[in-house]
């Protein structure tokens, strides 16, 4: 990476008349399909979505404007950040939910790269203390990407407000999610060692005037739920 950095570093100095280098158009030419071929690898492993829902021309064309700026980090995986960092900034796109999409892949990307610890299981218990695990992501977006029929006709889909939660399972070694009400993350932010659960669970029925049986019987195979996915931890 620290030569492509390099070369890329030359290739744009010469291109942008930065620098004044003696060098044949053709060599100008190898310098710029190497970088290109690598981020267009890079980019569309990142990225599959976002590639399907654009023509192979504006990705092609995309990329070739981002040489122009150059990636920051020697990190293959955190260029495609710069990347969408980039695209957001751009704007250029008839897709006003551009950043969301973008946001969502990229942090399957940031999540699967994170170190997670080994986590002893144990049964769910109300009386135990849990809180929010650090694995685990929440996050909103104003448009429904995480919606399995979005990428075939977003325009069918309104905006809103959407809360994703995100966590790594380390049985399929992937990154899932799933759509979660305000209420629930508000319960999940909530949890502190101080309390146990049901205690958590009795001071946020007192809250919303809601009888503690009736929310237990609601929240109960979620907490389940979660805590078999590690998005709850001791």
Do not use: C
Request: glycine share 2%.
């Amino acid at each position: 990476m620290k030569l492509e950095q390099s070369i890329q570093k030359r290739f744009i100095n010469t291109i942008t008349k930065q620098e004044e280098v003696s060098m044949p158009s053709e060599a100008i030419e190898v310098y710029t399909e190497l970088v290109y071929y690598r981020f267009l690898e890079v980019f569309e492993k990142a990225y599959p979505r976002f590639k399907k829902m654009v023509s192979e021309e504006t990705f092609d064309r995309l990329i070739y404007e981002f040489l122009k700026v150059g990636a920051k980090t020697p990190i293959l995986w955190r260029v495609s950040g710069e990347f969408k960092a980039f695209l957001i900034e751009k704007n250029d796109l008839d897709m006003p939910y551009l950043a969301d999409l973008l946001e969502f892949e990229f942090l399957e990307i940031e999540m699967f790269m994170q170190k997670y610890s080994d986590h002893t299981k144990s049964s769910f218990s109300l009386q135990k203390s849990y809180a929010f695990s650090k694995e685990a992501n929440i996050r909103h977006f104003s448009y429904p990407v995480h919606h399995p029929d979005f990428d075939s006709n977003p325009e069918a889909f309104e905006s809103g407000e959407f809360t994703i939660l995100f966590y790594y399972n380390a049985k399929s070694e992937e990154v899932l999610y799933e759509e979660i009400t305000p209420f629930i993350e508000e319960f999940l932010l909530s949890l502190t060692p101080n309390l146990s659960t049901m205690q958590s669970i009795e001071k946020i029925a007192e809250v919303y005037e809601i009888e503690n049986e009736e929310l237990l019987e609601i929240l109960l195979p979620i907490l389940e739920h979660f805590h078999g996915e590690n998005i709850l931890t001791l």
